[in-house]
Structures are given as structure tokens and as C-alpha cells.
């Protein structure tokens, strides 16, 4: 069963695949070169990723197929974007949540790799599906 419980798990563990991945390359590579390695390591721990995810946009019972990529989607339940920038801008915020919203997924994790502190850095996000969840 999908719980608040497990999905805040599940994000603890992205987040140690980020801690790790950063410990070993630090900061200052090109966000695919971290994509790659956290698939690797998300997978190497038993998680399905799925990497640069179609996100379909539905308007008016349409659906468009559209060039929106995201980057990791982790047990269909954790969308991860990655960025490797000094300074994240808000609209990239709004275009997570957005993406969580298209996707039907629960929690998104904004993880930027242009730190020195990824968990001082990195910005969890949910939404309806998540508050709709059992707690446990």
C-alpha cells in the first residue's frame, strides 16, 4: 500500500543516492553526468528510474505530445529534477510542480548539485496526491 510514510522514505533514500553521488564528483559537472550517476546508484539500490520521463500535457480532453522532459522518476512515486546552477530560478520550482500534477506523482525533489550541502540545498515538494495518502 502507498503511504505518506513510504514516499517520505523513498525521499530520504533519493536524497542519500544525491549525498553519495556528490560526495564522489562534487560540484561543477554538467547535470547529465549527475542524472547518469543517479539513476546508477537509485538502481544499484533496487529502485526502477526512469530517465527523462515524457510528461503529456491533457487540455480539453486532448492529449498533447510535447517535448517536457522530466528527469528521474523514481518507483513511479518520486519525481526527481536535477540542476547543476548557482542559483535556482522560481519558475523552475512552478514547472516541478507542474510535472508532478501532469504525472499524477505525489512528491517531487528539486536536487541541485551547485552546492556544497546537497540536503541544505535540496527542496521537497508534494501535492494533492500526497496529502490524499494514508498516513501509514
Request: aromatic residues 8%; negative net charge.
Amino acid at each position: 500500500m502507498i503511504t505518506k510514510k513510504l514516499i517520505t522514505q523513498l525521499s530520504y533514500q533519493i536524497v542519500g543516492c544525491a549525498i553519495a553521488v556528490h560526495k564522489t564528483l562534487g560540484p561543477g559537472l554538467l547535470e547529465s553526468v549527475y542524472e547518469k550517476c543517479m539513476k546508477y546508484e537509485l538502481e544499484k539500490r533496487g529502485h526502477k528510474v526512469e530517465q527523462q520521463v515524457v510528461v503529456p500535457v491533457v487540455y480539453d480532453d486532448l492529449v498533447f505530445d510535447t517535448e517536457l522532459r522530466a528527469d528521474l522518476l523514481v518507483d513511479k512515486l518520486v519525481l526527481v529534477e536535477l540542476k547543476a546552477i548557482e542559483t535556482i530560478p522560481p519558475i523552475q520550482d512552478a514547472k516541478l510542480i507542474t510535472y508532478m500534477k501532469l504525472l499524477e506523482v505525489p512528491q517531487g525533489l528539486m536536487i541541485n548539485f551547485f552546492t556544497d550541502n546537497i540536503t541544505k540545498s535540496m527542496k521537497p515538494f508534494v501535492n494533492e496526491y500526497f496529502r490524499d495518502l494514508p498516513d501509514e
